[in-house]
């Protein structure tokens, strides 16, 4: 009896299923019959109107996202080479009437462009080599070795990039001033040499993912060969994670480069070390200084030319970053699909 009950229970799915199949067919030749009916070029021009639409939304969604990014930007070269009257004139907003090159050799002049930006490239450099070749060693340790507390260690690391520099700079300016290292570049460049510095955490927590999803089978390789643990960190591993290191290099330099907080509070007794950046607001103190003794009818006019200024000052401090960028974008973007960074 169960037997028959299955028999045919298997044979009322077996009905089913053809039925099924059989209106998919059915459904199938249907829908080529409608085709048919439509002329060729109707079809052609239905599939090109919807593709030029979609094409139209995607890139009108990215104008409007770069626009967003780009303004800034655009807002600070527009007003950089603005004369006075174009200033002063509200119509005049994206198209000066005139380019103001004597913008930028005031901003040169008042920079000390010369002179400062020797100690940004020589800070930016050191602790951009200290950074790539530390970090890359911690990570590795932490990826690929067991060993006590190997755990707590990783949370320090990520503990290190939650809390902001701001939390931990009392401390940190009593322990250097207890070392003597104020007043010089010690404080910025040891800590990069220790994992430390700025951003360190998150150097150590890039290497450390992109050398999680290595194989095992290359260490082992090398340990046959009679490699150590040196050995094979500088031979093999390291040499593979050129990707990781490019994006290091490249955040590390962005970073030190335009960082005003650490500079300005370790090197605040000492104006002739100060980075290129912190000179931005003393030259604008400077600047308001000029207006200031000036008469109070040319005191508006006198600001405005300021903002100008400013605009150009900023222009040529980023100026560095931007050229270095364009030879290295290719690189770079391709160093942050590798290293493992979009997957934070």
């Known amino acids: ?6 028999k045919e ?46 094409a139209i939304l995607i890139y009108l969604v990215l104008f409007d996202l770069a626009f967003v990014f780009l303004y800034p930007f655009i807002t600070m070269i527009i007003d950089s080479v603005k004369s006075e009257a174009d200033l002063l004139n509200s119509t005049v907003k994206w198209i000066p009437s005139g380019i103001e090159w004597s913008n930028y050799k005031v901003a040169f002049e008042g920079l000390q462009y010369s002179k400062y930006i020797w100690n940004s490239v020589f800070v930016t450099a050191v602790a951009t080599i200290g950074h790539a070749f ?11 070795y067991k ?16 809390v902001p520099t701001q939390v931990l700079i009392f401390p940190l300016y009593q322990t250097y001033g207890q070392w003597h290292w104020l007043d010089s570049f010690l ?34 390789a090398a340990r046959i060969d009679g490699c150590g643990c040196f050995k094979t960190f500088f031979r093999i591993m390291r040499p593979m994670a050129r990707s990781s290191i490019l994006v290091c290099t ?3 330099i962005v970073w030190h480069w335009n960082d005003y907080f650490e ?78 960074l979009t997957g934070m």
């Open 250 to 252: 490249v955040l590390s």
């Open 187 to 220: 404080p910025l460049l040891v800590p990069c040499f220790v994992g430390f510095g700025l951003r360190g955490g998150f150097y150590i927590f890039l290497f450390r993912q992109f050398f999680l999803g290595l194989p095992w089978e290359m260490e082992e």
């Open 1 to 6: 009896m169960a037997k028959n009950i299955a």
């Open 263 to 340: 500079p300005n509070i370790y090197l605040n007794q000492s104006p002739e070390l100060l980075l290129l950046p912190a000179r931005l607001p003393s030259m604008y103190e400077q600047l308001n200084v000029i207006s200031s003794e000036a008469e109070n009818i040319e005191l508006a006019s006198d600001v405005i030319i300021n903002q100008a200024i400013c605009m150009a000052s900023t222009f040529i401090v980023i100026l560095p970053l931007l050229i270095a960028y364009m030879f290295v974008q290719k690189q770079f973007m391709e160093g942050v699909e590798r290293s493992g």
């Open 147 to 162: 060993f006590p507390g190997k755990n707590l260690i990783f949370v320090g690391v990520v503990l290190s990039m939650l």
């Open 134 to 144: 530390v970090c890359s060693f911690i990570g590795y340790g932490l990826a690929r």
């Open 9 to 54: 229970y298997m044979e009322n799915r077996a009905e089913k299923r053809n039925e099924k199949r059989i209106n998919k067919q059915m459904e199938k030749e249907a829908r080529k019959q409608l085709r048919a009916m439509i002329p060729l070029k109707d079809r052609i021009t239905k599939k090109l109107v919807k593709k030029v639409i979609i």
